[in-house]
């Protein structure tokens, strides 16, 4: 909603300043009060958990604080003694911040190796460094989709804001493909003109679904019809595939996806984004890209702490395989309780409540009844009447506080008298 202040008032309290203020700070408040109930209940909700000082998915199995089941550290990494290490001794190195944009004194050597790992992790040329997964896709959607004259996009229906804001700010045109539908896609690309340049952006694993992206007959349509493609692999790199290189690299088709975008702040526990592809497209994005250049890079220590993650599990398969077990058990325990999910494909284990007020009242009731806490997710991270709650079991969960989680999410859906559904677990 946009504030509209009215020319005429301003004019008739310049005179009082103390007033003009006032309103100004009324348009404000009534911006916060306009929104909807349920907005502001999900920060509320959100905030809730910033008030447990040491609350961490690390604390899972203390009764005296809350436990986390919507943490994206999915691996544990940001408690990691390797990546701790390695950010304490960058931080005594370096210090504690960049000291400038990446082309104006802000380059490290952590940034320049973290960037050749991310290259060597995804089997690509070359890698670039981002504040966040958010800029990445931002910075260089606005750059590839934008600097191809005539360029027609191709966008899933459920990307995340961050693409949607990229190709917004790209001026491309713009196509939305049905959710997961490469025949959609494969439609709108022969509606296409054939001589214009075409970009298919999708993610591999959707961040509220949790469900996968069917890459091979993407990259299939996308080379009977000549277009790049941009996959956001956010929720799967150091999750899966081979060293977690992602589910391109799982399926054997991360050469066929020209850019790799991925996060530092999921599997990898610390923060930052990247893509990662052909030398001269990366070259390109770090020439022109608005949120690369005109930012301050990432404190050396998190690079170091980063670049850590990623050598870490490159070489080890055991927080892979405590992630899939738990998800695992996960999925069984839901399906037994026909407690119904969206997709158990991975290990972003979407409760379907499908109603705004039971999904925050389930949240509620978690936290306060159960010391468990998981976010309800609302519109417009979701559809309307597709209100879910995202749980994500993580590497350092037991399995003891896995059952002990499903045991307290049945009780609330007891208490709720929630739907329970038999045939759960299948795809929506
Ligand atoms: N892409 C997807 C699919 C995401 O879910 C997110 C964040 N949740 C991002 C990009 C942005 O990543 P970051 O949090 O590193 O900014």
Known sequence: AALHVSTQSQVAHRAKRVDVTTQYLDLFSRLIEGSDGGKREFLELGRLAGQFPAASVRDAGDASRISVWCSNDYLGMGQHPAVLDAMKEAVDQYGAGAGGSRNIGGTNHYHVLLEKELAALHGKEDALLFT????????????????????????????????????????????????????????????????????????SVYSMNGDIAPLAEIADIAKRHGAMTFLDEVHAVGMYGPQGAGIAAREGLADDFTVIMGTLAKGFGTTGGYIAGPAPVIEAVRMFSRSFIFTTALPPAVAAAALAAVRHLRSSDAERERLWENARLMHRLLNERQIPFISDQTHIVSVLVRDEALCKRMSRLLLEQHGVYVQAINAPSVRVGEEILRVAPGAVHTTGEVEKFVEALDQVWRETGAERVPAAGQEA
């Open 132 to 203: 966040s997964g958010y800029t990445a896709n931002d910075g260089a959607l606005s750059v590839i989709a934008g600097r191809m004259d005539g360029c027609v996009v191709f966008s899933d229906a459920l990307n995340h804001a961050s693409i949607i804001d990229g190709l917004r700010h790209s001026g491309a045109q713009k196509r939305i493909f049905r959710h997961n539908d490469p025949a959609h896609l494969e439609e709108l690309l022969a509606a296409a003109d054939p001589e214009a340049p075409k970009l298919i952006v999708a993610e």
